[in-house]
Every structure is written in structure tokens, then in C-alpha cells.
DNA sequence: CTGAAAGCGCTTACAG
DNA sequence: CTGAAAGCGCTTACAG
């Protein structure tokens, strides 16, 4: 009775059946009417009508059924660690860019850079959400992605690939972090610094890029020092920085971010301190989102864009008939430093 | 014969007909045990049993499937005009963190702002892609989602409740974007500034704010002076404010950015023209964006995060039983002005 | 209590 | 060429 009522007030979707109904034609024919160009069996006049009567109902088609039926959900999803991190939007506009006009519409997961988040977007992804997925994943593994691998779901990973392949549509698009965090801080040591610290976060890329830290700085015979956290905030990097600032004259004179958002951060909380960027602490970052341009901050730059568009036309070719066949490609991506005044 | 070869290669996910088999019971026991937290009419030996499978097979159900028998997509969706504006990611990890805990996914549609991105999302959403709409649109009025509200979609849009409601379940939450740029306005006079200039995009809340703006503006004696482009970009900002400067001696002493990615960008041209904020140009903005305290802007706060949070609780709250019932509701949240060093 | 059947809204292979 | 039927993978109402 309850339901009833509601019924009443609440109409429902038009459907396929209810344009037949209207039509006077089979439910198949409004199918076929709806998304075949041509349909030589249908007469040109019915064909009309179906078409009137579709747009008078405002039909649109119910996205579940048809993913059911087609085995195709249109969608590609982008699963990111934080979507406040604005190298993330930038990325999801790239692949929004190229995606839409092939008629696939870009959906952000956002894991929150933990591993139970990972985990929920692994069985997310398993219950056939998207047709194709570009991930940035700091915990899970290439084993782990080997199931979504057997059932043909392409995956385009940001980060460098392992040694075995194995064989599945996954595609690798890197940055040499080693040899950029490398350059970056022989930058600094070239500019005088001896004293240079480095932030990061524990898991993701921040290790790759502290091992090129580790290793320039061995080599010219300085003390590397890590302060590390637990996520890639500009809290976490203002926290780090108070760290390395109550050291007093034994303090860092260059501060290396893992990632721009914590250099930001650091170069926050050493204003906070009364001190000056560069003049008392030069500070580095790393992606060059919009923010360190209007900052100022020197930083190695990663084209989210651009890398974004390239994913993008990557999953809609493997998409098509036969792409899953190629094997997994890895294509590294240049880096550049982009000196600003902040060092 | 090629499809077959095909399949030998990729296998195909794991259904409740596969653990079916496997465990020797019904298709809809699997569905009963993995849904219901007791099962009664299954003997625990054999829901252990059919769990122990399920796991071992790494069964996932197939969403579309569910979604289209059950009625529900357990997804939200925040339909924004620019992911790259960090209010929105501020807004979409406020909603997540309320509607995880409920098991709903939060997905973003970008619509760029533009008219016809509007009426995208608007048959994404009659494509019944999620159960609950959070939303920001800058063309599409009341009247467009009259038939969303009639299918029994609750949505929360954010901006000012237009006159006729129309008994559907819409909610609005919104600021009084007229009294608080009047107030930013009288900010800027209380300092002394004569010449105020304001920049705004054509559509979406610049047309409020610019209200406020010339009502004060007037009521001081002052000429108000509107910049208007195209988009809220840093770009246009810089844009606008170039073209201010161009006036010489005749510029505006302070200038309005009707968002903080405005004002910002105006700053970055002040200073690209070898100008000094606030010395030369004062500047504020909009939004209270997290650049904004790192650039020290003086802008009008809007609580991105606690605005997801509170718009998700909204929709979750509707779409338990009976919440579609509950009439249109209108939220009015406090602004706040954020005095920092720009102005 | 127990299990098999109906059906959500589509697409497409297939019989007439 | 033309149309009706099968079936995608689930949930749930309903008959035994």
C-alpha cells in the first residue's frame, strides 16, 4: 500500500519497452532504432517515430543493463592517492581530454595512499566497474593486479615495472626518480649546500627518489638525512620541517620535498619560523604543480597532462579489437628541473 | 575460432553460478549467504563452506548486475565545474569520509563549467549512474532536474534555492554570496581603497558576488569596475589583471577576484609586471582555497570539507527509507572573511 | 524452513 | 529482410 503511494508520486525511467509501447513496435527494434546508424529493416518512417517518441519520453538508456548485456561499462577509472594533491586533477583532465570523445567517461577512486584503500579499489575494480584503469598504487604489487590482468581489464601503472611481466595488458609509465632525485641534488651541492636534508613519505616514490638523494650525496661525501612520514601533506612537511629547523645552527641550509606538496608544506612552516626561503633554507620539490610555479619553488617536473592524455589514448587502444593481444609496454617519460627562486 | 583462442587466454571472472557449482548448491543460496549476515535456511557446514569458496575463487560481485536488480548503485555522485580547482577535491574528500563508512563510492564528473558538460552529466545521471547527486552547475536551472527529482533522485545542489521548489527532493546549501562579497567589498573601502576593480567568470557565482560588490560600491559613491572572462582559471586572472594594469596610472588600487584560482592568477601578473601585493595592488579573492594561506590571500572562507561532509549525510540520510519524503530543504552556511597580507 | 523461478533493462544471435 | 527469444549476473518474492 506504502509502495503504492510512492508509486504514485515517484515516476519511474522510461524504458525501451515503454518507446515500443508508444511506437507499436517490438522492444528489439527500439534497440536497434537507438544504436545503430542505419537499420535497413526498420522502414524509414517507424524509424522516425521510435526516434520522436524516445526523445518525447526523454529516454536514456539504463546504464546497468547495458553493461550487462554488453560486457562494456564505457568507463575508465583513475585511481589516485589523493585527490588533493593537484597533480592528480591535472592528470584526470588529460585522460578526460582524450577519453570523452571516444565516448568513455573518467571516474577518480581515491585510495588515500593506504593499503586497506588499495585493497577496496582492487575489489572495486574486480566487480567489473571500469573497462580500463590508470593507477598510481603505493603498496600493492604487480602480483596483485594479475587477476585483473586474466580478465582482460587493461591498466596503465604510474610507476616502474618489475622484473616479470607476465604477459598482461598492463602498461608501465615511469619518470627515472632515481636519476631525477640525483640531478636535483646535485643542483643543490653545485650551489654550495652541504648540509641537505630530504622529506618524504614512507611508502610510494619517495624511496626511489631518496635513493638518488643517497647516492649523490655519498658520493660527494655528505651525510644524506631523511626525516620521514606518513603521507605526502603539507602538514606532513611543515611537521618535518619544525623537525629540521629546531636543530638550530646545525640545521639543514637546503631542504629537498619528495614531492611538492610537502616542500610546500616545509616552505610554509620555515616563514612560520620568521626565517627566509631561499636566504636561510632553499627548498626543492618535485611534479611542479601549478602551485610551486606562483611559489616560486624549484622542483623537477612531471607533465600530469600530458601523461594523463597518453594513458588515456593507451587504454582506448587496447580496447579496441585485438588490443589486449600486444604485450605490456613501459615507456619511460623525461623529466626536467625547473629552477625557480627558491633555491 | 579467434574468440576462442581468446578465451583460453583471458579467463573470465568467477560468478555465484561458479561457486554454486563448486559447493553443490543454488545459485541463490551463494547470493543469500555472501548478502545476509544469518542465513537460517543454509546449515552452517554449508555456508562455511560456500564463504571458504567465494574466497578461494576471489569472487566479486559483478556490480552492473546487482545494480540492475537491486535498484541501487551504492554510488554518490559529485558533479563539479573544475577537478582542478582545489575547492572541489576539498569537497569530494569531505563526502567520501561520510559516505564510505555507509558503503556508498563517491565518483566526480567534471563538466568544465560549460552548458553543454552540464547537460552531459544531466543524462549521465538519467543513465541512473548513481543514487545521490552533489552538485555545483552554473547553467542549468530548477526546471532541469525536475525529471531527476521525479525518477526519486535526491540531490544537493550548491547554490541558492531558486522560488518554486517543487516539492522534489532537492536541497540546497549555499552561502549568501551577495552579503558576503558586499562585505569583502567594504573590507577593502574600510582600507582606504577609492579605485576596486572585480574579476569574474560570466556564469556560475560570479553574478552574485559581483551583486554585492556594485551595491556597496555605489552606496560608498564608488564607480565599480567588472573584468569579466570566460572561465575561473588563473589564466583568465592573469588575463584580466594585465588588462587592468594596462590603465596606468588610472588602475584600480585593489582588485576582487571572484575565486581564489582568480585572484591568484591576478597576483602572479601583478608581480610578473614587476609589481608588488599589496603595495602596489591589493588583492583578495575567494573560496579560501589551501594556496590561498600559503600566498597569504585575504579571501572570503567556505568550508569545502565540512560542506562534502554534511551534503553526504544529507543524501544518505534520503536515501534510507522514507527520506525522499521529506521536503526540499534550504541550508544557509556561515561565511567567514579570511584576513591574511594581500590586502 | 527450503529452493527454484521470475525478472531488472538491455543487446545480439538466431529462427522464421 | 523481420521479429521474437535468449541471456548477461544478480536479488527477492513466492510456491512447495
Not at 28 to 43: F, G, I, Y
Not at 47 to 66: E, F, N, T, W
Request: net charge neutral; proline share 6%; charged share 25%.
Amino acid at each position: 500500500m506504502l509502495r503504492a503511494m510512492r508509486k504514485a508520486i515517484v515516476s519511474s525511467r522510461p524504458t525501451q519497452r515503454d518507446v515500443a509501447a508508444a511506437a507499436g513496435v517490438s522492444q528489439a527494434a527500439v534497440s536497434m532504432v537507438l544504436n545503430k546508424a542505419e537499420t535497413p529493416s526498420v522502414p524509414g518512417a517507424t524509424r522516425q517515430r521510435i526516434l520522436k517518441i524516445a526523445s518525447d519520453l526523454g529516454y536514456q538508456p539504463h546504464h546497468a543493463a547495458r553493461t550487462l548485456r554488453s560486457a562494456r561499462t564505457m568507463t575508465l577509472a583513475c585511481v589516485v592517492p589523493d585527490v588533493t594533491n593537484p597533480f592528480y586533477p591535472g592528470l584526470v583532465r588529460g585522460l578526460q581530454k582524450t577519453a570523452a570523445p571516444e565516448g568513455y567517461d573518467v571516474l577518480i577512486y581515491d585510495t588515500d595512499g593506504q593499503a586497506e584503500g588499495e585493497r577496496r579499489a582492487l575489489r572495486w575494480l574486480q566487480q567489473g566497474r571500469a573497462d580500463g584503469v590508470v593507477g598510481t598504487f603505493f603498496h600493492l604489487q604487480a602480483p596483485d593486479f594479475e587477476e585483473l590482468g586474466r580478465y582482460g581489464l587493461p591498466m596503465v601503472l604510474l610507476g616502474p615495472p618489475p622484473k616479470d611481466r607476465g604477459g598482461l595488458p598492463i602498461d608501465y609509465m615511469f619518470i627515472d626518480n632515481v636519476e631525477a632525485a640525483a640531478a636535483m641534488t646535485r643542483l643543490l651541492i653545485g650551489k654550495g649546500h652541504r648540509r641537505i636534508a630530504m622529506i618524504l613519505a614512507e611508502f610510494g616514490p619517495g624511496r626511489r627518489r631518496a635513493l638518488g638523494y643517497e647516492q649523490v650525496m655519498r658520493e660527494a661525501g655528505l651525510e644524506p638525512q631523511l626525516v620521514v612520514d606518513r603521507t605526502f601533506s603539507s602538514e606532513a612537511g611543515a611537521r618535518a620541517m619544525q623537525s629540521l629547523l629546531s636543530a638550530g645552527d646545525a640545521r639543514p641550509t637546503a631542504v629537498f620535498g619528495a614531492n611538492d606538496v610537502l616542500a610546500i608544506g616545509a616552505m610554509q612552516a620555515v616563514r612560520d619560523a620568521g626565517l627566509s626561503v631561499p636566504d636561510d633554507v632553499a627548498i626543492v620539490g618535485f611534479d611542479d604543480v601549478p602551485t610551486a610555479n606562483l611559489l616560486g619553488l624549484t622542483t623537477v617536473r612531471q607533465p600530469d597532462f600530458e601523461l594523463g592524455e597518453l594513458a588515456a589514448r593507451n587504454l582506448v587502444d587496447r580496447l579496441k579489437p585485438g588490443g589486449l593481444d600486444a604485450p605490456g609496454r613501459s615507456l619511460e617519460w623525461k623529466f626536467e628541473i625547473v629552477e625557480r627562486l627558491s633555491a
